[in-house]
């Protein structure tokens, strides 16, 4: 029998300020390929609900996956019931303004639907991208792997929201490891799932995917006779797939409010950032503009509300190098008085959305400026592509990233290939190094699935987009001894 969400809230007797359900129903099918043998192919499907009441100015969470009325009611009252007993401790007071009505659909954008290829074929074409991969003998491993998922989210309360949302998501990962004697080098498509899209099977356009993966197995062979990458300070020019997870660390997290006014702490951790940064901080210098955009059609996290009901809408975090507004929801915006955006996000049925980030991109240049010109204005630097490793502090502060594949650049040109690249920095002094962005045609989109936060854990996905960027005097270093 279907599940009736809107006869369900209508059934639940509880003396409530206010009753939200969200009804999420999600299917993954995952491929995994290793040296031209399937590894696994499997399927996994997920249905329950939320339940959300506001009781004595308090939320209260309680899910449930037997979807009858009776065990509705049920979750509903462990709902209230934790609601009044938190009431007791309460740092804040909320009210139904922080869960306004909403009503609106939003579907992600494809080309090819999910039903296009069988599993048959997707399997033969992850097979011919290991065997597209395996471009010499010194490579030792070669992998394919995908990720498609179909998401719908229902959402309806007792003040009238009625929001429905559907998803498709595909997520790709191809690698090769090459070897020869003590060196060891691995080269992927972008860095680990990076390749995360709202899309359908057009992503697995055989001639495009079969290109990235000779070129993956020739640049990981190519690695092994490589120089080391000096260390030293010098001029840096990320590509976007890197950019990807120096936005994602030293932007994403430490505008989180949450982590901001403490709640993740203990887990995930804090930030350098103080409410009264927000209007007076100069995080970065004057051509950084970062947006959070859950409206960009095909990015990975784009969507028309967040989880609560909040319209999804463009905003500025940063502009010209200031701080401005935090990634935080409704209830975080109360309680810090500070601007956030539509981030209250949940990764299932089964957790209460927390404020996580979503499409977080950095804006291009409006001046023409190509890779080539970027590179061009370099007399001496490093570009580095893909990440492959990361450590930053608790604070969101001090960090240090890995890539996967660089090229010196001298006089204005790429010119030899350099293995095990890094760099490290200080947030803000590292954006505030920032020298040049590139235009529209140097910008990438990708992603990733496993941003991690909250207790209980939630994994969710991101959305990450940027031009290709140049840095000044930044500490860079290889593996040498």
Same mark, same amino acid.
């Given at each position: 029998?279907?599940?009736?969400?809107?006869?369900?809230?209508?059934?639940?007797?509880?003396?409530?300020?206010?009753?939200?359900?969200?009804?999420?129903?999600?299917?993954?099918?995952?491929?995994?390929?290793?040296?031209?043998?399937?590894?696994?192919?499997?399927?996994?499907?997920?249905?329950?609900?939320?339940?959300?009441?506001?009781?004595?100015?308090?939320?209260?969470?309680?899910?449930?996956?037997?979807?009858?009325?009776?065990?509705?009611?049920?979750?509903?009252?462990?709902?209230?019931?934790?609601?009044?007993?938190?009431?007791?401790?309460?740092?804040?007071?909320?009210?139904?303004?922080?869960?306004?009505?909403?009503?609106?659909?939003?579907?992600?954008?494809?080309?090819?639907?999910?039903?296009?290829?069988?599993?048959?074929?997707?399997?033969?074409?992850?097979?011919?991208?290991?065997?597209?991969?395996?471009?010499?003998?010194?490579?030792?491993?070669?992998?394919?792997?995908?990720?498609?998922?179909?998401?719908?989210?229902?959402?309806?309360?007792?003040?009238?929201?009625?929001?429905?949302?559907?998803?498709?998501?595909?997520?790709?990962?191809?690698?090769?490891?090459?070897?020869?004697?003590?060196?060891?080098?691995?080269?992927?498509?972008?860095?680990?799932?990076?390749?995360?899209?709202?899309?359908?099977?057009?992503?697995?356009?055989?001639?495009?995917?079969?290109?990235?993966?000779?070129?993956?197995?020739?640049?990981?062979?190519?690695?092994?006779?490589?120089?080391?990458?000096?260390? &030293?300070? %010098?001029?840096?020019? $990320?590509?976007? !797939?890197? /950019? =990807? #997870?120096?936005?994602?660390? +030293?932007?994403?997290?430490?505008?989180?409010?949450?982590?901001?006014?403490?709640?993740?702490?203990?887990?995930?951790?804090?930030?350098?950032?103080?409410?009264?940064?927000?209007?007076?901080?100069?995080?970065?210098?004057?051509?950084?503009?970062?947006?959070?955009?859950?409206?960009?059609?095909?990015?990975?996290?784009?969507?028309?509300?967040?989880?609560?009901?909040? &319209?999804? %809408?463009?905003?500025? $975090?940063?502009? !010209?190098? /200031? =701080? #401005?507004?935090?990634?935080? +929801?409704?209830?975080?915006?109360?309680?810090?008085?500070?601007?956030?955006?539509?981030?209250?996000?949940?990764?299932?049925?089964?957790?209460?959305?927390?404020?996580?980030?979503?499409?977080?991109?950095?804006?291009?240049?409006?001046?023409?400026?190509?890779?080539?010109?970027?590179?061009?204005?370099?007399?001496?630097?490093?570009?580095?592509?893909?990440?492959?490793?990361?450590?930053?502090?608790?604070?969101?502060?001090?960090?240090?990233?890995?890539?996967?594949?660089?090229?010196?650049?001298?006089?204005?040109?790429?010119?030899?290939?350099?293995?095990?690249?890094?760099?490290?920095?200080?947030?803000?002094?590292?954006?505030?190094?920032?020298?040049?962005?590139?235009?529209?045609?140097?910008?990438?989109?990708?992603?990733?699935?496993?941003?991690?936060?909250?207790?209980?854990?939630?994994?969710?996905?991101?959305?990450?987009?940027?031009?290709?960027?140049?840095?000044?005097?930044?500490?860079?270093?290889?593996?040498?001894?």
């Amino acid at each position: 029998m279907q599940f009736d969400l809107k006869a369900a809230l209508e059934s639940i007797r509880l003396p409530a300020t206010w009753i939200g359900l969200r009804e999420v129903t999600e299917t993954s099918t995952t491929r995994y390929v290793r040296d031209s043998k399937p590894q696994s192919n499997s399927k996994s499907h997920t249905h329950g609900v939320m339940i959300e009441v506001l009781a004595n100015g308090q939320f209260g969470y309680a899910s449930t996956n037997h979807l009858d009325l009776a065990n509705i009611q049920l979750a509903a009252e462990r709902a209230y019931q934790q609601a009044i007993a938190a009431s007791k401790w309460a740092v804040y007071a909320f009210t139904e303004a922080q869960r306004p009505k909403a009503t609106g659909q939003y579907f992600s954008p494809f080309v090819k639907p999910s039903d296009l290829l069988t599993a048959k074929e997707i399997n033969e074409l992850l097979i011919e991208i290991c065997d597209t991969l395996h471009t010499s003998d010194k490579i030792v491993k070669t992998s394919a792997y995908t990720v498609v998922t179909e998401t719908e989210i229902k959402l309806a309360s007792t003040n009238g929201s009625d929001i429905y949302q559907k998803f498709l998501l595909v997520s790709t990962d191809y690698g090769a490891t090459a070897q020869e004697g003590n060196i060891i080098q691995s080269r992927g498509d972008n860095g680990q799932l990076a390749r995360c899209n709202q899309a359908g099977m057009e992503v697995f356009e055989r001639t495009e995917v079969l290109n990235r993966a000779k070129q993956i197995g020739e640049q990981a062979v190519e690695l092994l006779s490589a120089e080391e990458c000096p260390t &030293t300070t %010098t001029n840096l020019v $990320l590509a976007p !797939d890197q /950019m =990807l #997870l120096q936005i994602h660390e +030293s932007v994403g997290h430490p505008l989180e409010i949450d982590r901001i006014l403490g709640d993740e702490r203990n887990y995930a951790g804090s930030s350098f950032v103080k409410l009264s940064d927000f209007g007076n901080l100069v995080y970065g210098s004057e051509i950084m503009n970062i947006t959070f955009d859950p409206t960009v059609k095909g990015e990975f996290a784009s969507y028309g509300f967040d989880d609560v009901g909040m &319209t999804a %809408t463009r905003e500025y $975090l940063i502009k !010209d190098g /200031m =701080l #401005l507004r935090g990634l935080g +929801s409704y209830e975080s915006q109360v309680r810090s008085q500070i601007s956030g955006v539509a981030s209250a996000r949940a990764c299932s049925w089964n957790r209460p959305a927390i404020d996580r980030m979503a499409n977080l991109n950095l804006e291009p240049s409006e001046t023409p400026s190509s890779l080539n010109d970027i590179i061009g204005n370099v007399e001496r630097g490093v570009y580095m592509q893909s990440n492959r490793s990361w450590s930053i502090d608790d604070y969101r502060n001090k960090f240090q990233f890995g890539c996967e594949y660089a090229q010196l650049i001298e006089d204005g040109k790429l010119t030899k290939t350099l293995r095990n690249p890094n760099y490290r920095g200080i947030t803000n002094q590292f954006w505030r190094s920032l020298k040049q962005i590139g235009d529209r045609t140097t910008m990438e989109v990708y992603g990733s699935p496993f941003c991690g936060k909250g207790e209980p854990n939630q994994v969710i996905r991101v959305g990450h987009a940027s031009p290709v960027c140049l840095f000044e005097n930044i500490e860079v270093f290889g593996g040498a001894s």
